[in-house]
């Protein structure tokens, strides 16, 4: 299977499934190896025999549409976005619950990947934030992703080195316990993530959130209609003032009146208050 005709192939197949081709372009490696493969399991020799088989079976398409993702993800992953998260948003989100009595502060990760997402707030609420409190605060945070095999990962919280690339290397020294190659998570990091397998277009979590964090998923891969949809969706997930976050590559073309942008050269939004 070239490149090539695996260009061809998503172009024409990703419209059908509620995809947008250009959120994949850059990094189709990884489904075009995928959709190589279930080719070969299928015993066809490239897209275009794949195409046909689409054609006449109707089934085969929720197969395709489970090998369309990217898992593409690292700790602290746009340092602009997470320095403002952790020295803007979060004492704020602090300051909120502290003046009306909360005992927490409810995060929701959407399409955690590994983990590498939620795990990176709770190290800066760990490392960071909770250490300057003199009250009793958590932060919980729900993590949902389509993928069995991600959540798996996420709740071993076992990374390679690059994984951490990104992330400051005082959290980094503190975060992880180093087992040969690999960087083990601390255990204590984890324990106020709970993950959950949910696919973003059917389920949402349960409750409402004081911050949601929906980064490199539906504004980047998914069609505009879609977009809007879950938008809608998610936004009444959001508490009143609470904030939205997107990947850096991602903006809102309309958010319904709902969220006014919080930074104007960051993606960050916050629920307005009626
Ligand atoms: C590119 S990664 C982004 C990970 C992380 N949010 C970040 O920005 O670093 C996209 C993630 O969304 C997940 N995903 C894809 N489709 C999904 C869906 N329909 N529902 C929930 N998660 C999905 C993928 O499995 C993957 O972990």
Redesign the pocket.
């Known amino acids: 299977m070239t490149d090539q005709g695996c260009i061809k192939f998503l172009q024409w197949c990703l419209p059908r499934l509620n995809y947008q081709w250009e959120g994949f372009r850059r990094v189709r490696k990884q489904v075009c190896k995928r959709i190589k493969e279930r080719c070969s399991a299928l015993s066809l020799t490239n897209c275009a025999s794949y195409r046909t088989y689409l054609e006449q079976d109707a089934e085969e398409w929720k197969i395709l549409d489970s090998l369309c993702?990217?898992?593409?993800?690292?700790f602290y992953?746009d340092r602009k976005v997470f320095g403002t998260l952790q020295h803007q948003i979060l004492p704020l989100l602090v300051q909120n619950a502290l003046e009306s009595n909360q005992a927490e502060i409810r995060c929701w990760?959407?399409?955690?990947?590994s983990g590498?997402?939620p795990y990176t707030l709770q190290i800066l609420w760990h490392l960071d934030l909770l250490p300057k409190l003199s009250q009793q605060l958590s932060l919980k945070i729900i993590a949902?992703?389509?993928?069995a095999d991600?959540i798996i990962r996420a709740e071993r919280g076992k990374y390679p080195q690059s994984s951490l690339k990104d992330l400051p290397k005082v959290f980094a020294e503190k975060a992880f316990i180093q087992s040969d190659s690999n960087y083990i998570l601390k255990d204590y990091l984890k324990t106020d993530v709970r993950f959950l397998i949910?696919?973003?277009?059917q389920q949402l979590p349960n409750g409402n959130f004081d911050l949601i964090?929906c980064?490199?998923?539906i504004f980047t891969y998914f069609q505009q209609d879609l977009q809007s949809k879950l938008l809608e969706q998610i936004v009444e997930k959001l508490k009143p003032n609470g904030f939205f976050v997107l990947?850096v590559d991602e903006s809102l073309k309309y958010s319904g009146g709902l969220l006014a942008p919080y930074l104007v050269e960051q993606p960050i939004y916050q629920k307005i208050k009626f």
């Open positions: 993702y990217i898992t593409i993800s690292r992953r990760s959407a399409g955690c990947c590498e997402e949902t992703d389509r993928y991600l949910q696919d973003v277009r964090l980064r490199n998923l990947g």
